[in-house]
Structures are given as C-alpha cells and as structure tokens.
C-alpha cells in the first residue's frame, strides 16, 4: 500500500488548507480504516482523524473536532482532511496512514499498518 500526502503550506491563523492522500498499491481488504497523523516539534505523535473503507464512520481527536473534515473519493483512491480555523497549535508534519483495524478512538494513538510521507502544514501570521 502507496500513501501520497500532499496539500500541506504556509496559512495564516483562522485560515483554511485542504490536504490530499493519493492511495494505490492495495487490494480490497488491506485495511478497514485510512486518515491522518501529525506530529509537531517536541510533541507526541496525535492521531487525528479517520474514516472507514466504507465511508460510513469517522472519527475525530478532540483537538481537531468541529474545525477539521475527512472525507474520501472512492472513484479517485484519494482521502481528504479538510482543515478549518486552523491556528498555531496545528503546525505539524501531517501523514497519512492506513490500518487493518476499523476506524475508531484507538486511532489517536496505534500504530499504523501503513503509513506515507508526510506534508508540512504551517500556521503562522
């Protein structure tokens, strides 16, 4: 499994990016849940968001609920996170992973089957 992050660049506070994950390389059940990571200078790794296969569950960490949106496009492989009222605390390198374990709160902190490189996403005026 091939993850491609891309999207990531300089915004200021309050402003918006949408990060994109190109996905290739997989069969049908290599994994049952596909989202995103960050990790910020000093920090612990977070896991923040995922969505099933399906499509039909997501999950949110805490820190990034009610500002970011995953979504994915079945047709194109691609995984979206959109990514609202972004401030400081949001700088980080953002990656996209892979899991053969269902989209739940877990993800904040497993360890992914798959992961890609990530993309650099910097909140500052």
């Known amino acids: 499994v091939q993850l491609q992050a891309s999207g990531g660049g300089l915004v200021e506070p309050g402003g918006s990016l949408r990060l994109s994950c190109a996905v290739s390389?997989?069969?049908?059940?290599?994994?049952?849940?596909i989202g995103w990571f960050r990790q910020a200078p000093g920090k612990e790794r977070e896991g923040i968001s995922c969505?099933?296969?399906?499509?039909?569950?997501?999950y949110y960490s805490q820190s990034v609920k009610g500002r970011f949106s995953i979504s994915k496009d079945s047709a194109s492989n691609t995984v979206y996170l959109q990514m609202n009222s972004l401030n400081p605390d949001d700088t980080a390198v953002y990656y996209c992973?892979?899991?053969?374990?269902?989209?739940?709160?877990?993800?904040?902190?497993?360890?992914?089957?798959?992961r890609g490189q990530g993309t650099l996403v910097t909140v500052s005026s």
């Open positions: 992973a892979a899991d053969n374990y269902h989209c739940d709160s877990t993800w904040t902190y497993r360890e992914y089957s798959h």
């Open positions: 969505i099933s296969l399906g499509g039909h569950r997501t």
């Open positions: 390389g997989f069969r049908g059940y290599d994994f049952y849940a």
